[in-house]
């Protein structure tokens, strides 16, 4: 018997990712950009910053630094409680020093950011579709389950993406499966399509 796995990527918390170290592409004078105008970074990006390491044995590994993790909880929550209908999501850049929010364009979401980054660097880019509309995609798809499974189309696993772009779809065959969701949800759905193996059950002893 075929068994869905259902992935909550964003919905029950912020997706944290190790994106590639601080870029210049974000805008000009961070001071200078306000509102939704595209991507924009905070005051506290002037400033360069050592990447953090925590111990753990003998090893020392990236990680997160205290003031950015309480800026990023603070701006999650404020986003998915306040301004679900522009937050996103986010990501932590350890080697930048740095967190990145998507949001679709906000003047009243950005001037929280700011208020809420205190020192920190965050990075503010443009997303397509918002963390509210995506949870409605998300547990649209995720209740028609049962409805796929019965037409044949393997769905394995179901996501909002952090970065706004859509909501993710695993399947076994893209073709099959994008033109069955297409026929149903209609094309201009945010659902992004990946290909991926049927869920094995994990397996204990030798």
Not at 185 to 202: F, K, S, T
């Amino acid at each position: 018997m075929h068994r869905e796995r259902v992935v909550r990527l964003l919905l029950a918390g912020a997706l944290v990712m190790t994106a590639p170290g601080c870029a210049s592409d974000d805008g000009a004078d961070p001071s200078q950009q306000t509102g939704p105008t595209g991507g924009w970074r905070t005051a506290g990006c002037e400033f360069s910053r050592m990447p953090y390491f925590t111990a753990v044995g003998a090893r020392r590994l990236p990680a997160t630094p205290p003031r950015l993790a309480a800026a990023m909880e603070r701006i999650d929550r404020g986003g998915r409680e306040r301004f679900a209908d522009s937050f996103a999501g986010l990501e932590v850049d350890q080697a930048g020093v740095r967190a990145i929010v998507y949001r679709v364009p906000s003047e009243p979401f950005d001037a929280f950011i700011r208020n809420t980054a205190e020192d920190n660097c965050i990075v503010v880019r443009d997303a397509a579709h918002a963390v509210a509309e995506l949870t409605e995609w998300h547990d649209r798809v995720v209740a028609d389950l049962p409805y796929w499974s019965a037409q044949g189309i393997r769905i394995t696993t179901v996501g909002s993406r952090h970065d706004g772009v859509g909501v993710e779809i695993g399947t076994t065959d893209l073709e099959k499966t994008r033109a069955a969701l297409h026929s149903r949800y209609g094309e201009e759905a945010p659902l992004v399509l990946v290909e991926e193996g049927p869920v094995r059950p994990l397996r204990s002893g030798p």
